[in-house]
């Protein structure tokens, strides 16, 4: 994707929450919060030099000067997000087990109980609790005796469409720790 068309789908991002934000909080009353307020200004804020700018001159002649505004460092910002999304990687990268396989396994839950999900946001860690116990559940049935696998749990709550969604993306090890044994049973099927 160009330079060009990142920064047109940035603006088009902000113009749609400038234009429909308040409306839209006024039909979803769960978004009317400071804290989905403060995420939302910081996003249409981003990059704005009213809000923050450092200047950088050149140290040879001393008269060139460029402006470079400050950004939201917000994940909801479509700009800054991906800087945030890569320093989540990097960190969980960090702390994998080098030598151990993994796979990205997403468990998402019927369109009928996503309702339930939406009126009680609290039910989301249950959803990630259960999640693990399936995998290890059926990491259990692979191997024939119960093994701890290593888990990441990320939850969304929307999917492509926007439509709200509540899914679990889950970084898990291919295989685990059996109680009967000392070693990492590995499953490379």
């Not at 981003?46 to 994940?75: L, M, R, T």
């Not at 839950?109 to 995998?135: H, P, T």
């Not at 990320?154 to 993306?169: D, E």
Request: glycine fraction near 8%; proline fraction near 3%.
């Amino acid at each position: 994707m160009g330079l060009f068309r990142q920064w047109f789908d940035r603006d088009k991002f902000k113009d749609i929450f400038r234009t429909h934000w308040e409306p839209f909080k006024k039909t979803f009353s769960r978004y009317q919060s400071a804290r989905y307020d403060e995420a939302v200004q910081k996003m249409l804020g981003c990059g704005d030099p009213e809000n923050g700018y450092a200047i950088y001159i050149c140290s040879k002649c001393g008269g060139e000067q460029k402006k470079v505004p400050f950004s939201c460092k917000s994940c909801f910002c479509l700009s800054c997000a991906k800087v945030y999304t890569d320093q989540w990687a990097a960190r969980i990268k960090a702390i994998l087990f080098p030598g151990v396989a993994y796979r990205h396994t997403v468990l998402t839950i019927q369109d009928e109980l996503r309702i339930y999900f939406y009126r009680n946001a609290d039910l989301l860690s249950e959803l990630m609790k259960a999640g693990v116990k399936c995998l290890e559940d059926t990491m259990g049935t692979v191997f024939r005796r119960s093994v701890r696998g290593g888990y990441i749990v990320v939850v969304q709550t929307n999917g492509r469409s926007g439509s709200y969604n509540p899914h679990l993306h889950i970084i898990m090890t291919s295989g685990g720790l059996a109680e009967s044994s000392q070693g990492f049973d590995a499953n490379q099927k």
